[in-house]
């Protein structure tokens, strides 16, 4: 088994060894729930799809996702095994991968589990299935991007409320970053290409695109090099707290 794998399902089986994922994903659930059929006003709508669904997701991410990756290295570094897993032979980038990859199952997970939604809407109509399963991927994608940046910044510190909370305004910078009000206000300040790159780089931009039916590469290459970027930032980390 590779480095990578075994890290993986280490960090996977220890999700579920206490009650806390079962909480975690119970209260997805009945927020996705809820957010769907009544703050998204989806019979109001008298249209079925899942739009009102997916548009909720960024703001559900927001409190959920730094909430799985606080303690991916936070926890490490304060219950003193940091140094013991840095020991073992692998890289520094195996185990952030694996310890990401887990996470990212973990809210795969949870993601899978809202398929009641999608029955319920083919029963009362005639969704387009493939535009779902297009918001599907893109929420999936976002989740991983949330859960990089939690990465990142968990490796930082030793609190992992310090990380929420840094994760948490990190990400709700990245989605409020190509929204209208946010432009316009910058608009004077700063040369218009500039203002064109603080757009691009708004996560709701690209998956509101995914969530629509539009899958074009341009938006899942965000998506992944967000990750990867993220991902190589957080080992970067690490390595400057094990050089001496």
């Known amino acids: 088994m590779s480095p990578v794998m075994a890290v993986a399902r280490r960090e996977l089986r220890s999700y579920f060894v206490t009650p806390v994922a079962y909480v975690f994903l119970v209260i997805f659930l009945v927020l996705a729930g809820i957010l ?43 219950g003193g095994t940091l140094e013991l897993l840095l020991s073992l032979p ?24 809202t398929f009641p939604i999608w029955i319920t809407v083919n029963y009362l109509g005639s969704p387009d299935n493939g535009v779902i399963v297009a918001g599907y991927l893109g929420s999936w994608l976002m989740a991983g991007a949330f859960l990089a940046i939690g990465a990142c910044l968990s490796a ?73 970027s993220w991902l190589t930032a957080g080992v970067l980390v690490l390595d400057l707290k094990r050089t001496p």
């Open 156 to 228: 930082l510190t030793q609190s992992q409320v310090v990380a929420f909370i840094l994760t948490m305004v990190v990400c709700f910078l990245l989605l409020l970053a190509g929204q209208p009000q946010v432009l316009d206000f910058l608009q004077g300040s700063m040369p218009r290409r500039l203002l064109n790159g603080v757009a691009h780089l708004s996560l709701l931009r690209h998956f509101e695109a995914i969530a629509r039916g539009v899958l074009d590469v341009r938006d899942v290459l965000y998506f992944v090099l967000c990750i990867a």
């Open 90 to 113: 692998m890289t520094l980038a195996q185990a952030m991968l694996g310890k990401f990859l887990a996470a990212w199952l973990f809210m795969g997970i949870g993601l899978l589990l």
């Open 36 to 78: 769907t059929f009544y703050a998204g006003d989806f019979y109001d709508r008298g249209q079925a799809d899942l739009q009102p669904f997916f548009v909720m997701h960024p703001w559900l991410y927001l409190l959920l996702a730094p909430a799985v990756s606080m303690r991916m290295w936070a926890e490490e570094a304060k």
